[in-house]
């Protein structure tokens, strides 16, 4: 029954010409009254633009989390609109081509997807016109998951968990020449499976899969990111290459090359980034608390 009503909320969302109004409306609430998300917004904010004025900053956190209300409503068309009407939602690309010819090479390709724009419109994309192989980290609601996965894997994607079977995965489809999907800014809850690295010039615990990924198989690596543009339910691709140095040296230095990346992303749409998300809860040794 659950299941029943999550997919026919999705539906109606999906009709629904208003809903990505209404979620900028739910997120102009949660800008205006005190709850976790803004908190968590507005202390990421302070700490990432300390040159920013305090009121540049307010405004920045209210396009933010009207942003943040939007990837929510736009779930019910991105879930279930079939190939034909989910292709004209992408109304323009930059560095797509380069993308191609980097999946010419034959080295398989890693794709970062930072939590920026409607980061489920890049899997959705690259999977109706590459094959692909993504991490997916399981929901703890099962019913859920299992709505979640056959929603992004309906056009050919195939997702793997995020353990060492699913590691082997990524590993043998690049050796496919294949692309691989990762979402670069998590932070992670496994030992052994961070380190810390800059980022907006703070060190945080940031993933190594992705650099011992590119280390061990010198496969190119690009990010992407689909900005929402203005009128909502309409996207531009970005797909921006990761300098060599990502592939070369040490995982740690791998690492910061991932981070400046994601800044840089970030940077170019800041009220289109993640911000809600504690990217800073794990901190060295003796480090103060930042929430």
């Known amino acids: 029954m659950r299941k029943f009503l999550l997919k026919s909320l999705l539906r109606l969302l999906a009709a629904l010409p208003l809903a990505c109004a209404l979620g900028a409306a739910v997120g102009g609430f949660l800008s205006i009254v005190p709850n976790r998300r803004r908190r968590t917004a507005r202390i990421n904010l302070e700490l990432c633009f300390p040159e920013m004025s305090a009121a540049a900053r307010r405004r920045l956190l209210r396009r933010n989390l009207m942003e943040f209300g939007k990837s929510f409503a736009e779930l019910g068309a991105l879930w279930t609109l079939d190939r034909e009407n989910l292709s004209r939602l992408v109304r323009a690309t930059s560095g797509e081509d380069q993308l191609r010819r980097e999946m010419q090479r034959g080295k398989g390709l890693i794709l970062a997807a930072p939590h920026l724009g409607a980061w489920e419109v890049v899997g ?168």
């Open 124 to 291: 959705i994309y690259c999977s109706m016109r590459y094959p692909m192989t993504s991490l997916y980290r399981v929901p703890p609601r099962s019913q859920m998951a299992d709505l979640i996965r056959a929603a992004r894997e309906r056009f050919g994607a195939r997702l793997v968990p995020t353990d060492n079977v699913g590691i082997r995965a990524l590993y043998k489809a690049l050796a496919r020449g294949e692309m691989v999907g990762i979402l670069p800014d998590q932070v992670p809850s496994t030992r052994g499976a961070s380190v810390f690295a800059p980022f907006f010039g703070i060190p945080a615990s940031t993933m190594v899969l992705l650099s011992r990924l590119a280390i061990k198989t010198d496969a190119p690596v690009v990010f992407a990111y689909a900005e929402r543009l203005p009128r909502c339910l309409s996207y531009h691709m970005h797909f921006v290459p990761a300098p060599a140095e990502i592939n070369r040296g040490s995982v740690e230095s791998s690492a910061a090359v991932l981070n400046n990346m994601v800044e840089k992303c970030a940077r170019a749409l800041p009220e289109q980034y993640q911000w809600t998300y504690k990217r800073f809860r794990v901190r060295p040794p003796g480090a103060k608390a930042f929430y």
